[in-house]
């Protein structure tokens, strides 16, 4: 098993989303506006493009999720700026972002500033 780990650094004032099931990644890079939104997360080593795929697990604080599906470029981006899209559920016929992965629980976990996100293959 393979594990990543990385600390919350920060969240945006508007990070969590009251009717949408999303928590936006993204590290120190992330610019202003879309910095509002996010929660910006330092990992101790960069996550290799090929590191997160069905199967894999995400874990926040003590509370684990399954990656169920996964966009084709949310390799590279999380790899280069730390950046996916976490969706806890879909809308039916509503596809994946290719820079997002689907994660089961559909419940969007609670997040702190200092907590641990585990990125497990």
């Known amino acids: 098993m393979n594990i990543i780990k990385s600390k919350i650094t920060e969240l945006g004032p508007d990070y969590f989303f009251e009717d949408y099931p999303i928590l936006i990644l993204f590290n120190d890079s992330a610019p202003p506006g879309l910095r509002e939104v996010c929660v910006i997360h330092e990992s101790e080593i960069q996550i290799p493009k090929d590191f997160l795929k069905k199967g ?49 629980p559909y419940k969007v976990p609670q997040v702190n500033v200092g907590e641990i996100i585990q990125f497990i293959q």
């Not at 976490?86 to 089961?104: K, P, Q, R």
């Open 56 to 104: 894999s697990k995400i874990i926040f604080g003590n509370q684990e999720y399954l990656v169920e599906d996964i966009g084709e470029v949310a390799g590279t981006t999380l790899n280069e700026l730390g950046h996916i899209s976490l969706y806890f559920g879909l809308e039916e016929g509503t596809d994946l972002m290719a820079g997002a992965a689907l994660l089961n």
